[in-house]
């Protein structure tokens, strides 16, 4: 945000170009959205009451395997927003880009943070219910959100949680928890606009697959000033 508020091109500042600032406002929102959940969580790992610690056994897992594996391909569109100056080794992006695949291994690999997600279902049974409890806080505010919570639930595994076919699904169940709990957060503490933003693009799956193809309607202005407010 920064050097793009500062570097020029084809006569304008980069943080005035309409495509740039899509994916600026797309990389803010993956910003956002895990660092409340980051931030949940150490308070849930500070609260030593029982329903945290119920809580936080779940969710961590899910978080771990989502939050590491959008880090690489974040980390790459970043560097691009710096150009040349992002690749070469005066820059800390090559350090940070060399870096990011170590956080998906050295927290768990994918594969082992997703069967974690279903050894926490079926020997902490009560890490589901605390997980459900802190969705539920967000219930009402948004259809979209109160939608893919359902389908989630429908996820879960029907008996052993560890049988094959729910280890089939396993990613997707991580995944669909953790976007489920950083919509939560962004529905509850977030500016309208970015919990918008952030369940429009990432629960609904509206826009495209790479970082930047925001659909029409969304409060793009906001979600950058809330990112960076002396831009």
Not at 88 to 102: D, F, G, N, Q
């Amino acid at each position: 945000m920064h050097h793009t508020a500062h570097r020029r091109a084809f006569g304008r500042r980069l943080i005035e170009q309409p495509l740039m600032r899509e994916v600026l406002a797309d990389l803010a929102l993956e910003v956002e959205a895990a660092t409340a959940l980051a931030l949940r969580l150490a308070a849930a790992y500070d609260d030593p009451r029982a329903p945290s610690r119920a809580f936080r056994r779940l969710a961590t897992a899910a978080s771990k395997y989502w939050i590491t594996k959008r880090t690489s391909t974040m980390i790459a569109e970043a560097l691009e927003c710096l150009g040349g100056n992002g690749y070469v080794e005066e820059s800390i992006m090559p350090r940070l880009y060399r870096e990011a695949p170590l956080n998906s291994i050295w927290e768990g690999s994918g594969n082992v943070m997703c069967l974690d997600v279903l050894r926490a279902v079926a020997s902490e049974p009560e890490s589901l219910p605390a997980l459900r409890d802190e969705l539920a806080l967000a219930s009402g505010n948004d259809q979209r959100f109160d939608a893919f919570v359902r389908d989630t639930e429908r996820l879960l595994p029907r008996g052993d949680a560890r049988a094959e076919p729910a280890q089939a699904k396993a990613r997707q169940l991580a995944e669909r928890l953790a976007l489920a709990l950083e919509a939560s957060l962004l529905i509850r503490h977030a500016p309208p606009a970015v919990a918008d933003a952030f369940v429009a693009t990432r629960l609904q799956r509206a826009g495209g697959h790479t970082f930047g193809t925001l659909p029409s309607g969304l409060e793009v202005a906001e979600v950058l000033a809330r990112a960076w407010p002396e831009g």
